[in-house]
């Protein structure tokens, strides 16, 4: 099965500034999808960005952007302009394409991220 | 708002009990999965199910079970329970694309205590 590492247990960002969290991944496969999911306090999971690994382009979400370095295996979250309501936890997940998977999430253990004022 | 409802959002129960949570996916949605997530194991993957068809078992145990009717809902049913499965248990939905090119969205979750 697939390792995702979230080697950040916390972070800590200032309102308005640019945060980047971690994450590494372990696959045999050359075709999968990566997330970052959001988990406030309400504990509702919240999609942030979704990358495909064919494409060479990193995706971006409005002030959310992602730096994928394939060869890597590396799929960092940049968070520009942090907001107050930015403060949760961020996980990173892998999904493979193929069918043996069932297509589940598999996560890393998540990023505490704090926003102070 | 992700589309996916959960119910009940909070069950106290004992040892020993059974319970049944229940999830209604997003309209249009034919695939829902159910994912536990504890402080000692984080986020893991329970079951998928597709058009009413089990896909895929993931880290569950013989004591739990689901099912996905005809109108799509979903119920994740936990028995014999035991402390260890207090936890916060997720249903997430997606279309349904089976070359697994989908996107999940999860509901809000059912926070389970076992006392």
């Known amino acids: 099965a697939q390792t995702v590492t979230q080697s950040q247990p916390e972070m800590s960002v200032q309102e308005a500034e640019t945060v980047t969290l971690s994450c590494t991944y372990d696959?045999?496969?050359?075709?999968?999808?990566l997330f970052w999911y959001k988990q406030p306090p309400s504990r509702q999971m919240i999609l942030v960005i979704r990358q495909e690994a064919y494409k060479q382009q990193n995706a971006t979400e409005n002030r959310f952007s992602v730096n994928f370095q394939k060869a890597a295996k590396s799929f960092s979250l940049k968070i520009s302009d942090s907001q107050l309501g930015d403060a949760a936890m961020y996980f990173c997940a892998y999904r493979s394409p193929f069918s043996n998977s069932g297509y589940a999430l598999n996560f890393g253990k998540g990023t505490s991220l704090l926003v102070t004022p | 708002d992700s589309g996916v409802t959960q119910t009940p959002k909070h069950l106290i129960t004992a040892t020993g009990q059974r319970v049944t949570l229940r999830c209604s996916p997003r309209s249009g949605d034919l695939s829902v999965y159910w994912y536990q997530q504890s402080l000692d194991q984080g986020l893991q993957f329970l079951i998928h199910y597709y058009n009413g068809e089990e896909r895929a078992k993931g880290n569950i145990l013989e004591r739990f079970s689901a099912q996905q009717f005809p109108d799509l809902h979903s119920e994740l049913n936990l028995s014999s329970l035991e402390l260890g499965d207090s936890a916060l248990y997720f249903c997430?939905?997606?279309?349904?694309?089976?070359?697994?090119?989908?996107?999940?969205?999860f509901g809000p979750g059912t926070r389970l205590t076992v006392l």
């Open positions: 997430a939905s997606s279309v349904g694309d089976l070359a697994g090119t989908d996107t999940q969205y």
């Open positions: 696959t045999s496969e050359s075709d999968y999808y």
